[in-house]
């Protein structure tokens, strides 16, 4: 039987541990006490976190420095605010990871992939939780603009622009070196494909 819960009311807010308890399939993040429903993924965004992962996989697999998980892994920024990040990078030698979310720490990256009504969401709240836990690296991906941010954490806990590229640009981020993006990738399907 599905976890059912009530809805959250003034004597009731949702904590971690009742967003880690979700059934895999509940898209909802913990937003301050509130689950709050989050877009379904549309083709482009499925398309855009599939690339990142590939990507990023490949990268972080070859040199043996790190796995990637894809959306459904949760992070906890606080007892009444968990995240799902659409791609999460983990460097090896780091915390120990948690079977039903990452209860402490950060992960080295957090990727969130906008759709068509999670722009502020991702912008604000999920800048701002990145920030309180570490997280050194945060890239925004607009596939509807086709731009990419990627923001590094500075010494004062404040997000600064290390990139912002669009278009067909190609990241290389000094953070990953040897890892390079061609931003094309992530906005057309193949051609062989769509044929």
């Known amino acids: 039987m599905p976890n059912i819960m009530p809805p959250a009311t003034a004597e009731h807010h949702y904590t971690w541990e009742d967003f880690i308890g979700l059934p895999d399939d509940d898209r909802r993040e913990l937003l301050d006490g509130r ?3 989050m ?3 549309n083709e482009a965004h499925e398309w ?4 990142l992962v590939h990507r990023l996989q490949g990268w972080a697999m070859s040199n043996q420095v790190g796995i990637v998980f894809a959306s459904g892994y949760k992070v906890r920024i606080r007892r009444d605010r968990g ?9 090896a030698g780091g915390r120990p990871l948690q079977h039903a979310g990452l209860e402490s720490g950060a992960p080295d990256l957090a990727v969130e ?9 991702d912008r604000v709240h999920k800048l ?3 920030a309180a836990i570490g997280v050194p690296e945060y890239w925004i991906v607009d596939p509807e603009r086709q731009t990419l941010e990627r923001l590094e954490l500075d010494e004062s806990g404040v997000y600064r622009i290390a990139d912002a590229l669009e ?3 190609t990241l290389e981020p000094a953070s990953m070196p040897g890892f390079t993006l061609p931003l094309g990738e992530l906005w057309r399907l193949p051609e062989w494909f769509t044929r």
């Not at 855009?48 to 690339?51: D, K, L, R, W």
């Not at 990040?85 to 983990?90: G, H, N």
């Open 35 to 37: 689950l709050v429903e």
């Open 113 to 121: 992939v906008i759709s068509p009504s999670s722009g502020r969401y």
């Open 48 to 51: 855009v976190v599939a690339m």
């Open 83 to 91: 995240f799902m990040p659409d791609v999460q990078l983990f460097r």
């Open 39 to 41: 877009d379904v993924p």
């Open 128 to 130: 701002q939780g990145y």
């Open 167 to 169: 278009g067909d640009a």
